[in-house]
């Protein structure tokens, strides 16, 4: 079965440079969401989309946009890195009509800012 | 904050025993997902239990759900050195998104 698909894996970036993180969900799932994961911290929402629109946001900060394409792929943008923005980066799928939904993670993009 | 939070943080056993962890969170919610992560991969899902259901079974994996006490517990009977792995939590609450709790680290030791 499709999984959500993330790319790139790994990304290695300076100081104050910009990332664009892609997340592919799984096909007919409806929303997506954001997930920051710092070393030996728990995974943090950052911000989720609903049929395109933005429907929640966590603590992410100024810095990061992110959208939701016609696709229903994702790209979360980061400009002016800065160290601590060093995290594995989740995006996870559902599908929300359900009652229930149920959440399945991509394998997560981890960024090093150098 | 975390809504979740889970218990012990750090738990090393001996293969073949059983491994109790639990969560508490602090609203209502939809449901409750329990997640395992290798050190620095991915996130599995392991199992989803809905806010009227009180057990829910998965091979090896049993999950209570107890709403009064906000709390879940996950059991992992004759635990293998593979499960070595951090467990977490996640709420739903009916948002647009899930609130992880800190995380179980659990060593299974051979």
């Known amino acids: 079965a499709a999984g959500v698909i993330q790319s790139p894996r790994h990304l290695i970036k300076e100081k104050r440079e910009t990332a664009t993180l892609k997340c592919y969900p799984i096909?007919?799932?409806?929303?997506v969401y954001w997930y920051q994961q710092g070393p030996g911290q728990d995974p943090q929402f950052l911000i989720s989309?609903?049929?395109?629109?933005?429907?929640d946001k966590g603590s992410i900060p100024d810095r990061f946009s992110a959208q939701q394409f016609s696709d229903y792929h994702s790209e979360l943008n980061m400009s002016s890195l800065e160290l601590g923005d060093s995290a594995l980066y989740f995006c996870?799928?559902?599908?929300?009509?359900?009652?229930?939904?149920?959440?399945?993670f991509g394998p997560g993009t981890r960024l090093t800012v150098l | 904050s975390q809504q979740g939070e889970e218990d012990p943080q750090a738990l090393s056993i001996q293969e073949g025993e059983n491994a109790t962890m639990n969560c508490s969170y602090k609203?209502?919610?939809?449901?409750l997902q329990w997640y395992r992560q290798n050190s620095g991969r991915g996130l599995v899902h392991l199992i989803l239990?809905?806010?009227?259901?009180r057990e829910k079974h998965s091979g090896r994996l049993r999950v209570t759900l107890d709403t009064s006490k906000k709390s879940s517990s996950l059991l992992i009977t004759a635990s293998r050195a593979a499960d070595t792995a951090s467990y977490f939590c996640?709420?739903?609450?009916?948002?647009?998104?899930?609130?992880f709790g800190t995380g179980t680290r659990l060593k299974v030791l051979a």
């Open positions: 989309f609903y049929e395109k629109m933005q429907s």
């Open positions: 996870a799928s559902s599908l929300i009509g359900l009652a229930e939904p149920e959440q399945f």
């Open positions: 096909p007919r799932h409806d929303t």
């Open positions: 996640a709420t739903f609450s009916g948002t647009y998104k899930y609130i």
């Open positions: 609203t209502s919610i939809n449901n």
């Open positions: 239990i809905r806010s009227n259901e």
